[in-house]
């Protein structure tokens, strides 16, 4: 079961890249990030209120928010910080690189969260895990090459180390997720650290964005970036469910996530019409190769 909701939240993860990628083209960063902290507050608020108010409605059920103290939430204020930090340069990425760039660097993220559980919980990699930290470490070195057709230097460029600093993020998020499913409950975690985002970032904006926003790249409404909140949310509720279940594996379930990466690949060949597709096929195979022998080395 934990298995197949990390298949669901993939799929739904590629279509958010998808979005996201389109709702930031020619638009301002910041508050197309507020907007989505607001509206992904808004779609979980009424599980809060009527967990409080009326309990019995929700009480037995996986929507059910419980109440907690400030040791859980100050606990979930720090999951807020590490996600909202990851989603800032993550868009500032996905908004100047192509999104057959983007998506193969995130799906590195695996290698990061085993590297990760090897410094942190003292695991140790076998032969296959090698194999899939080796072929993804080599598709990286390929899409820079890749990335060099088209005129972006993986040394230099400051939106690939926005991208590789919100993947790196984005792996520190999924050990800490692990953590947290095994002291609260997935729906208290995901309700209230997307409210606790909507106050961050409001500050950011009132403080950063407002008063340059004249001089900065203007921002346009666009219909989609409600679609960034609405897939992100179910993407998530179906990957803090999968964690809380016994027996889930935070290491496999981070590498079948980047799975999303076939989504947003193939919009960003069929859709977006980006180019250098077929160099760009190559390192994805091996991604997903690399993903494989992870899968392999994890079972």
Excluded at 57 to 73: C, D, K, N, R
Excluded at 228 to 245: G, Q, R
């Amino acid at each position: 079961m934990w298995l197949l909701l990390a298949f669901l939240s993939a799929a739904l993860l590629g279509f958010y890249d998808v979005f996201k990628k389109q709702s930031l083209k020619d638009n301002a960063v910041l508050p197309v990030l507020f907007l989505n902290t607001i509206f992904s507050s808004l779609m979980f608020l009424p599980f809060i209120i009527v967990s409080h108010g009326a309990p019995q409605i929700l009480q037995g059920t996986i929507f059910f928010v419980p109440e907690a103290g400030w040791e859980a939430h100050r606990l979930i204020l720090i999951k807020s910080f590490i996600v909202l930090s990851s989603w800032t340069l993550g868009y500032f990425g996905m908004k100047h690189l192509p999104i057959t760039i983007v998506g193969p660097i995130n799906a590195t993220r695996p290698v990061m969260v085993l590297i990760g559980a090897m410094l942190l919980f003292g695991e140790r990699l076998n032969l296959y895990q090698w194999i899939g930290v080796s072929l993804a470490i080599f598709s990286f070195f390929l899409l820079s090459r890749s990335g060099r057709k088209e005129g972006i230097d993986f040394k230099h460029d400051r939106w690939i180390y926005c991208v590789v600093l919100a993947a790196i993020l984005g792996a520190v998020s999924g050990l800490y997720d692990k953590y947290l499913m095994n002291q609260l409950n997935p729906m208290l975690v995901q309700s209230w650290y997307n409210v606790y985002q909507v106050g961050i970032m409001g500050s950011i904006i009132a403080l950063l964005w407002w008063p340059q926003r004249k001089k900065s790249t203007p921002f346009r409404w666009k219909w989609t970036i409600i679609c960034i909140s609405l897939f992100l949310c179910v993407a998530d509720f179906a990957y803090f469910y999968s964690l809380s279940l016994d027996g889930s594996m935070v290491s496999i379930v981070s590498m079948v996530r980047r799975g999303s990466v076939v989504v947003s690949f193939l919009f960003g060949a069929l859709v977006f019409r980006e180019k250098n597709l077929k160099s760009k096929v190559i390192d994805l195979i091996l991604v997903l190769i690399g993903m494989f022998f992870l899968y392999l080395g994890t079972n």
